[in-house]
């Protein structure tokens, strides 16, 4: 197959499909980010590596290679779980490269007719229409509770599906019903003193599959005393569309979360899926080329936070009632690596009276799911989340706590298929656990409640 070598003048500023990849020139070779690299770690392989990709990029930037079949690997292996980017003493934004990079490779390896329909189905209509979206949930929540599922698992329809559909429903998890499909309240009060106003991104997927965890999130934050928005006009941010390189449609979905944040005048914009936090806080580099829009996005970004983020700045306001259990935490990488927030899941974990926390050895690892790496790259993030299985395993941990429902479906299916029945919770969940009394309902089996004031 030919491929196209672009050319670049060596004086003409670095970029890739339009966006900078500048930031490659800050790396020094030094290698200190190799050994917290996944895909490094179990290929030992240098362009599987960040410093292998970083020169990958700079040489396509520079017209010294094309995107041949290799190349294309090398890089699509990446999990963006940028890892490299908190070890790199140089502060590489390998992040932007690596998006830089696959807005690329998709510019120039759209594939054939049958990806560019599944692209378009998951990329244009699904995440771009909320209304289209909750169609699919009420469509699949028939075909699970209707026993299809299940027959047609029975009998091994599945491995009929074309590409990675049958990867897709492996995948599905139960789909809620419509009630707790609903979206939010457009406000839900403030108790007790007020200390803000906040708006939520109540999310695309997460809305439709993990209602229960936005309103958990709303939940504490009115009890922590804001007034919680859920703007009705809200659409996907834009974060999947970024990830997979469908730039566009990116720039055209983070203009309008823009818009629709703008009007409410909120004093923060509440995240409580990682991978969009982190997309959001970056919308100023991403709109950075496109006219009236880069201040706008950069203010934007700084008012929003991850939920943990927002909710560690002060303590918790009680009373806050026992969760006896042992639980561990694993860290999404778009919270920990993408927006530096270790320290804060943690200490609100600790104000759970009688909830013990044993660390997880490898927390910061990627589980695999890393956006939809999981499908595209079945086989490395299969090696992944058997890793964190081990490691979780290796805690004796009753619960796995972590903040993004990709990781929880990712681990859960991991520990599934050990034949582990271990609950994978959002970090909302276990913390709106605290703030009711324990009932015989309670999947987590937390005892009689002994609440704490503060
Ligand atoms: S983003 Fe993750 S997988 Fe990709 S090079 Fe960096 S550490 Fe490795
Ligand atoms: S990305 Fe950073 S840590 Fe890795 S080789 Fe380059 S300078 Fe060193």
Redesign the pocket.
């Known amino acids: 197959m030919a491929h196209t070598i672009p050319s670049a003048p060596p004086s003409s500023p670095l970029a890739l499909h339009g966006l900078s990849v500048e930031g490659v020139n800050q790396c020094v070779h030094c290698g200190l980010?190799l050994s917290?690299?996944?895909?490094?770690s179990e290929l030992g392989t240098e362009m599987d590596?960040?410093r292998g990709?970083i020169f990958l990029i700079k040489s396509l930037a520079e017209g010294r290679i094309g995107l041949t079949d290799p190349t294309v690997e090398h890089l699509s292996l990446?999990?963006?779980?940028?890892?490299?980017e908190t070890a790199c003493p140089s502060g590489v934004p390998?992040g932007q490269l690596?998006e830089a990079a696959k807005a690329e490779i998709e510019r120039q390896r759209p594939g054939g007719l049958g990806r560019r329909a599944f692209r378009w189905l998951n990329f244009g209509l699904l995440l771009g229409h909320r209304r289209v979206l909750a169609a699919a949930a009420a469509g699949l929540r028939f075909y699970q509770a209707s026993g299809l599922q299940s027959l047609v698992r029975r009998t091994g329809l599945t491995r009929l599906l074309p590409g990675t559909l049958s990867a897709w429903e492996a995948l599905l998890p139960p789909m809620p019903s419509a009630a707790e499909r609903a979206p939010l309240p457009a406000l839900t009060p403030a108790e007790g003193p007020r200390r803000a106003r906040v708006a939520m991104l109540t999310g695309c997927v997460q809305a439709v599959v993990f209602g229960a965890h936005n309103r958990a999130t709303a939940r504490i934050l009115a009890r922590n005393g804001c007034d919680v928005l859920a703007p009705v006009a809200q659409e996907c941010c834009g974060a999947l569309n970024a990830h997979g390189g469908d730039h566009a449609r990116a720039i055209a979905m983070a203009k309008r979360t823009i818009e629709t944040f703008e009007v409410t005048g909120a004093d923060a914009v509440i995240v409580n899926t990682s991978g969009c936090g982190a997309h959001m806080k970056a919308f100023g580099t991403l709109l950075a080329g496109e006219p009236g829009w880069g201040e706008r996005a950069t203010r934007f970004a700084r008012t929003v936070q991850d939920v943990a983020e927002f909710l560690a700045r002060e303590p918790l306001r009680g009373p806050l009632h026992a969760v006896p259990m042992t639980v561990t935490y694993h860290d999404p990488c778009h919270v920990v690596h993408g927006q530096k927030i270790r320290r804060q899941p943690r200490e609100l974990l600790a104000q759970i009276p009688e909830l013990r926390v044993v660390d997880l050895p490898e927390s910061d690892w990627?589980c695999g799911s890393a956006g939809i790496y999981n499908l595209t790259q079945p086989e490395m993030a299969d090696r992944l989340l058997r890793r964190k299985v081990r490691n979780v395993e290796a805690t004796g941990a009753q619960a796995v706590v972590t903040a993004n429902p990709g990781c929880i479906l990712q681990i859960q299916a991991g520990l599934r298929a050990q034949g582990r029945d271990l609950p994978v919770l959002h970090l909302v969940e276990i913390l709106d656990r605290a703030y009711r009394p324990a009932s015989a309902s309670d999947e987590a089996g937390a005892a009689a409640p002994a609440a704490r004031t503060r």
């Open positions: 980010c917290y690299c996944p895909t490094f590596s960040p990709r990446c999990l963006d779980c940028r890892a490299c390998y690596i990627c």
